[in-house]
């Protein structure tokens, strides 16, 4: 009952629906999606990156919990799913998607960047880890998710059970960021590095 997600944002609905509609399986759990909207709430006037936006259910999260004065900038690859967002949430000033390699935006972006980073696609996660903590500000927040063990990985994605766990030792390792671990939604870390 503690974990329940009363009040979603209000178009989570309609990005729910047409992520069914493409055969999008991987959006964001609302346990997460609150957590975002919590974390960006404390970041006022922040900026805010997202790597997969997917069809923006995690946006949408995120908008909601972030100030008038707070940007987010969200990296998808694969336009049809980024499209529904831009559809979606695009008209929201706060918000600007991309349709590109998240890897390709990572590499140009100048350190301390951004206050709070969600990574939830292989760029910035599993690949170019250290490139894309070094964007954090004194102070900023990493959160990641989808780290509890599923039983479609190895069937789907041979070897990931072995990624995630050297993610977590790798982050563990860190002296600059202070981490906590949730056995929570689909398994998080979120990480800050002291400011």
Not at 102 to 116: E, G, I, N, T
Request: a negative charge.
């Amino acid at each position: 009952m503690l974990d329940m997600v009363v009040t979603p944002p209000a178009i989570l609905q309609s990005i729910e629906a047409e992520t069914l509609a493409l055969g999008f399986t991987r959006s964001c759990k609302y346990q997460t999606g609150s957590l975002l909207r919590m974390l960006a709430a404390t970041k006022p006037g922040g900026m805010l990156l997202e790597l997969g936006t997917g069809t923006g259910c995690g946006s949408a999260w995120l908008l909601e919990g972030m100030n008038r004065t707070a940007r987010l900038i969200s990296v998808e690859q694969e336009e049809r799913y980024s499209l529904v967002a831009q559809r979606l949430l695009g008209t929201d000033r706060r918000a600007t998607f991309l349709v590109q390699d998240a890897a390709d935006f990572l590499r140009v972006q100048k350190p301390a960047s951004f206050d709070l980073i969600f990574a939830d696609t292989t760029a910035g996660k599993f690949m170019l880890l250290a490139e894309t903590l070094a964007l954090l500000k004194p102070g900023g927040l990493y959160v990641i998710d989808d780290l509890t063990p599923q039983e479609d990985w190895e069937r789907d994605m041979p070897g990931h059970t072995e990624r995630v766990e050297a993610l977590v030792e790798t982050l563990e390792r860190r002296a600059d960021l202070l981490l906590t671990r949730m056995n929570w939604s689909s398994g998080l870390i979120v990480a800050a590095r002291p400011g």
